[in-house]
């Protein structure tokens, strides 16, 4: 990689960029249409909502078979093939006439996004300037969260003006989005050669699955749960978007709940570019912006609550900056601790920990919303933001614990 000149580094950070917002943003577009499709398909709420765990199988299954695949074939490989998966998922989706048909798509789609996760991140990482490593970082955290952010206001906004046209027309846009995508990931350099990373016969088997890189050991606890409360807000205001919308009176459209989530994500993927200028005095970055994501989401729930929509909002674009944030700085301190074939698993991790933060909470948020009031669903969603905090901050204390006794051995 060191033989790459700056514009050749340019073109593929731009690739591997352009490459990961695209697909996230195509995985968006059926957010807001769910509706829409369960009413057209004849479906039944339970069986709209299983289209989310088809996603969520294919993410997993990509994550944790097949993260290290672009250390055999190349990022830039794997990406396009991820590229290309996403649009046989949109050809899917614009032609299903059943359940199957959509959670088929939602499955690729999902499989599709676990690809990229992996390869077109590392990808991305491994491009960034030497002279900027916070960019890396603020990438990879932000870029599906930008994804997301335009995918699902567009697709609601074009539903809520066109109706069921908007359908094949949001689809046919993703489409071109991505294959745009995939001509530049054509043109871009590929950073890891295969002869170079070939690995040895009696590390194959250990790099088949998923496993987490041994310098990342010891952090990842702590990682993982940063993690995983960041993204289980942005999943828990996902699912209750139409009804948030409604109790502030915004109206049950589309195009409101999908603006609604997109208050959240856009500061989310605005958060990491923060990154160098954050510098807590007595804690690390991540743990400080932890602090800050916990409280900032506290006063979002608690203003919903009570009913006061200028803390619900202005806490909420709050807690989307600090949420952006923090995974910006745990995929910094992940990467530090991780080398350039270890970069896939990384990322590869994080992403699985966010994803399962997302379904445990959505779970137990879903058997919650059953039985209780949504404002008692958001007061139990703090104690959960509240209970992962306490861990990440048992772990730093075990952690210099270590450190000292480690020093006073030495």
């Not at 491009?127 to 990879?140: K, Q, V």
């Not at 950073?191 to 016969?201: I, M």
């Amino acid at each position: 990689m060191s033989a790459l000149t700056r514009p050749d580094r340019l073109t593929g950070f731009i690739a591997a960029g352009a490459a990961a917002a695209s697909l996230f943003a195509a995985s968006a577009v059926p957010i807001p249409l769910l509706t829409m499709l369960r009413d057209a398909l004849h479906l039944t709420n339970a069986s709209a909502t299983a289209t989310t765990a088809g996603y969520f199988l294919g993410c997993t299954t990509a994550l944790i078979g097949f993260s290290g695949l672009s250390n055999r074939i190349g990022r830039k490989l794997v990406t396009i093939a991820a590229l290309f998966l996403s649009i046989a998922s949109l050809e899917c989706l614009l032609h299903a006439d059943s359940f199957t048909g959509l959670l088929v798509s939602r499955i690729i789609q999902g499989f599709a996004g676990g690809l990229v996760s992996s390869a077109a991140l590392a990808w991305f990482s491994d491009l960034a300037l030497p002279e900027r490593p916070n960019l890396a970082a603020a990438g990879s955290a932000g870029l599906p969260s930008i994804g997301f952010c335009v995918g699902a206001p567009l697709a609601g906004l074009l539903a809520d003006q066109l109706g069921f046209a908007a359908f094949e027309l949001s689809v046919r846009g993703a489409e071109i989005a991505i294959g745009t995508a995939a001509c530049l990931a054509l043109i871009a350099p590929e950073t890891l050669k295969r002869r170079a990373l070939e690995p040895k016969p009696t590390e194959r088997r250990r790099r088949a699955v998923l496993a987490v890189p041994a310098g990342l050991r010891e952090y990842f606890p702590k990682a993982a749960a940063a993690f995983a409360a960041t993204w289980s807000f942005s999943s828990f205001g996902q699912s209750f978007a139409s009804p948030f919308c409604e109790h502030l009176g915004l109206g049950a459209a589309a195009g409101a709940a999908g603006l609604f989530y997109a208050a959240f994500i856009l500061p989310n993927a605005c958060g990491g570019l923060l990154l160098g200028k954050f510098k807590p005095k007595r804690l690390d970055q991540e743990t400080a912006a932890l602090m800050c994501f916990s409280l900032a989401a506290a006063a979002c729930l608690l203003g919903f609550s009570i009913g006061f929509a200028p803390l619900f909002f202005t806490a909420m674009f709050a807690a989307g900056i600090f949420a952006g944030l923090t995974c910006a700085a745990v995929i910094k301190s992940a990467l530090e601790r991780a080398d350039a074939e270890e970069r896939p698993q990384a990322l590869s991790v994080l992403y699985l920990s966010g994803y399962f933060g997302s379904a445990l909470s959505g779970l137990m948020a879903s058997f919650a919303a059953a039985s209780l009031p949504l404002e008692a669903v958001a007061l139990l969603f703090i104690c959960w933001l509240a209970g992962l905090f306490v861990f990440v901050r048992m772990r730093n204390r075990r952690a210099a614990g270590n450190a000292e006794s480690n020093a006073q051995t030495a």
